[in-house]
C-alpha cells in the first residue's frame, strides 16, 4: 500500500515562495521514486531466508517416490518455535503454489501449517495464511475439518503454563490485548472459507460442541468463547438455533450444579465479613486491611463479582444471552416483530427440548420471561403454550407439572402481565380443576398419588401462588365476586377438604401469618403451610404425600 501523500507547506512571503516552488518541484521526483520503490516491495517476493532443501513441489514429490529426508527437513524447519515472518511468508508462497500436491498423503505436514502462530504477526503473515487457508480448502476439501478445528481453537484465550523441571506451577490464561482483533480475524477465516464451501456451517457446528470449553473453566474463558458463537449466529443464521441450544444446555449444567441456597450463603458470607461480625476478625484494623478497602473503593466491579464462582460464570454468561437476545429483537431502538417471532421459535423450542424436563434449574429460564416483556403478544403466546402443554394429558406427568409450575411463576412475579390475563389465566386453571376432580369422584384413580396426579397438584400450587402475590390487585376491585370465586374453589378429594377462604381471610385481616391448622396434616396430598414473613403478606407452600 501507497504511503499517504505529505501536504507540504508554503512560505508566506513571494521570494520565498519561488525557491520554494523550485524545492517542491525537485523534492517531486524523490517522492515518486520513494512510491515507486515501496510498490516494487509490496509486488516482489520477501527477501530469502536461510533454508536447507529443495522447493516445496519438489520436496512432495521426492516423498511420493519414497526419499523421506527433504521431507523431514522441512517439517523441522516449520515446527522452528523462532519462525520468522519473512519465512513464514516464504514458505506459504510456495505451499500455495504446490496446492493441488497437498493431499491426504500429507495430512501430518497440513497439521504443523495449521498449528502455524499466525495471529499475533505482520498484517502480511495473516494475509498471506488466509489466503493460503482459502486455496487449501477449496482445492482439497478434506482437509475442512482440521481447517475449521484449528480456527475454534483460537476462540479462547491462549494459556500460559510456567513450569518447573516436569511440573506445571502455573496455568491461566494469558491477558492479551490482541485478543479482540484475533477472534475478528478467525471470524474472517470462517467467511473466507465459507466462501469456497458453501457446506461450511455443516461441518463447523459439531466442532463448535466439541470445542466448547468445560464449564468449569475460567469466567473468561467461558465468556469468550459464548461471544464466539453468539458472532456466527450472526453472519452463520442456519446454524442460530444449535448454537442457542448448546449455550443454553451448557448454562443448564452450570445451573443445576449449585442451589440458590448456596449462592446466597456465599454472598452473605463476606456481608457478614465487612460488617465485622466475624468473631475472629475486625478487632484491630490492619495495614492490609485498609488497602483491601482502597482497593474495593478504587475497583467498583469487584462489588458487582458474585461471590460464588459457579454463579459469577452464570452472571457473565446470562447477561451475554440476554443482551444478544435484545440486539436481536430491537433495530435502532425499536423491536422488529418478525425478527423477534423467528428467535421466539428458537427459543421456545430449546425450552421445550431443555428447561421443561430439568429439574431444580433456577435462573436460566430467565432468557424466555426476558423474551416475553418485549411485547404483550408474546408473553400470551408463552402462556397458552405453557396452558396446552398442561392440559395435554399425552404429554408425561412431569412436563405437565413444570409447565404448571412455570404457568404460576409467570402471573405471579412478572411485572409486564396485565392484570386481565392473570384473571383469565385463573378462570382457566380453576375451571380446569373443578373438571378435574368431578371427573376422580368415581374413578378408580381417586385417591391421593402424586405420581398420578401430579399435573392437578400443579395446577393449584399455581393458583395459590398467583394470589398470594398478586391479592391486593385482585382484590382492588369487586370483592365479593373474588371471594366468592376463592370460596367455591374447594379441592376434595377423598374426605380430604382444603378450603383457601379461610387462610385468605387471615391475609384480609392484615394479621401475621401463622402455621397452618392441625388439621391439616402433612400427609394429606394437599398442604397448605402459612410461614411468617413480611406484614400483610402470605407465603404459602404446596406439599405432596409426608413429608
Not at 516445496?56 to 514429490?61: A, D
Request: include cysteine; charge should be negative; hydrophobic fraction near 40%.
Amino acid at each position: 500500500m501507497a504511503a499517504p501523500v505529505l501536504h507540504t507547506r508554503l512560505p508566506r512571503d513571494a521570494a520565498a515562495s519561488a525557491s520554494a516552488v523550485t524545492t517542491l518541484g525537485a523534492s517531486r521526483t524523490g517522492i515518486s521514486n520513494m512510491l515507486a520503490l515501496e510498490n516494487d516491495f509490496f509486488n516482489s517476493p520477501p527477501r530469502k531466508t536461510v533454508r536447507f532443501g529443495g522447493t516445496v513441489t519438489e520436496v512432495l514429490l521426492k516423498y511420493k517416490k519414497g526419499e523421506t529426508n527433504d521431507f523431514e527437513l522441512l517439517k523441522n524447519q516449520l515446527s522452528d518455535p523462532d519462525i520468522k515472518d519473512d519465512q513464514i511468508i516464504n514458505w506459504l508462497l510456495e505451499f500455495r503454489s504446490s496446492i493441488m500436491y497437498l493431499t491426504k498423503d500429507f495430512e501430518q505436514l497440513i497439521s504443523i501449517l495449521l498449528r502455524l502462530p499466525w495471529l499475533n504477526r505482520s498484517q502480511t503473515v495473516v494475509e498471506e495464511y488466509l489466503a493460503f487457508l482459502g486455496n487449501l480448502v477449496s482445492a482439497q476439501t478434506v482437509f475442512l475439518r482440521p481447517c475449521l478445528s484449528m480456527i475454534a481453537s483460537h476462540f479462547v484465550p491462549p494459556r500460559v503454563i510456567i513450569k518447573e523441571g516436569d511440573v506445571d506451577v502455573s496455568d491461566s490464561d494469558d491477558e492479551d490485548d490482541n485478543l479482540p482483533a484475533n477472534f475478528d480475524t478467525c471470524h474472517r477465516a470462517l467467511q473466507i472459507i465459507a466462501r469456497y464451501v458453501p457446506s461450511t456451517p455443516w461441518f463447523l457446528m459439531p466442532i463448535l460442541v466439541e470445542k466448547f470449553p468445560f464449564v468449569t473453566k475460567s469466567e473468561r474463558t467461558l465468556e469468550c468463547y459464548v461471544h464466539n458463537l453468539l458472532r456466527i449466529s450472526v453472519y452463520f443464521p442456519t446454524l442460530r438455533h444449535e448454537i442457542l441450544e448448546l449455550i443454553i444446555e451448557k448454562l443448564l449444567k452450570l445451573d443445576v450444579t449449585v442451589s440458590w441456597q448456596d449462592i446466597e450463603d456465599a454472598e452473605e458470607t463476606p456481608a457478614r465479613t465487612s460488617a465485622g461480625t466475624d468473631s475472629t476478625e475486625g478487632l484491630f484494623n490492619m495495614d492490609e486491611d485498609e488497602e483491601n478497602e482502597h482497593e474495593t473503593k478504587a475497583d467498583p466491579e469487584r462489588l458487582c463479582q458474585m461471590a460464588h464462582p459457579v454463579a459469577e460464570r452464570l452472571d457473565i454468561l446470562l447477561s451475554m444471552l440476554l443482551s444478544y437476545i435484545k440486539d436481536v429483537c430491537y433495530v435502532d431502538g425499536k423491536i422488529d416483530n418478525n425478527k423477534t417471532k423467528d428467535l421466539y421459535r428458537d427459543l421456545i423450542t430449546i425450552f421445550d427440548k431443555l428447561l421443561l424436563p430439568t429439574h431444580a434449574s433456577c435462573h436460566v429460564q430467565f432468557f424466555m420471561f426476558y423474551l416475553c416483556s418485549f411485547k404483550l403478544g408474546f408473553a400470551e403466546a408463552f402462556l397458552e403454550h405453557l396452558w396446552k402443554k398442561l392440559q395435554d394429558p399425552n404429554n408425561p406427568a412431569i412436563i405437565r407439572q413444570a409447565a404448571g409450575n412455570y404457568i404460576g411463576s409467570l402471573l405471579a412475579r412478572a411485572k409486564f402481565i396485565p392484570l386481565i390475563t392473570v384473571k383469565s389465566c385463573l378462570d382457566l386453571l380453576v375451571n380446569w380443576l373443578h373438571v378435574y376432580l368431578n371427573n376422580q369422584d368415581s374413578g378408580t384413580k381417586a385417591f391421593c398419588d402424586v405420581s398420578l396426579h401430579g399435573p392437578f397438584y400443579s395446577a393449584c400450587q399455581a393458583v395459590f401462588y398467583t394470589f398470594v402475590f398478586r391479592h391486593k390487585q385482585l382484590l382492588s376491585g369487586n370483592l365479593k365476586e373474588v371471594n366468592t370465586s376463592l370460596s367455591s374453589a374447594t379441592l376434595s378429594s377423598r374426605g380430604t377438604v382444603v378450603r383457601c377462604s379461610q387462610l385468605l381471610e387471615t391475609q384480609l385481616e392484615g394479621t401475621w401469618c401463622r402455621p397452618a391448622p392441625t388439621r391439616w396434616t402433612p400427609s394429606s396430598p394437599l398442604t397448605l403451610v402459612c410461614l411468617r414473613g413480611q406484614r400483610n403478606s402470605l407465603i404459602l407452600f404446596t406439599r405432596y404425600g409426608k413429608t
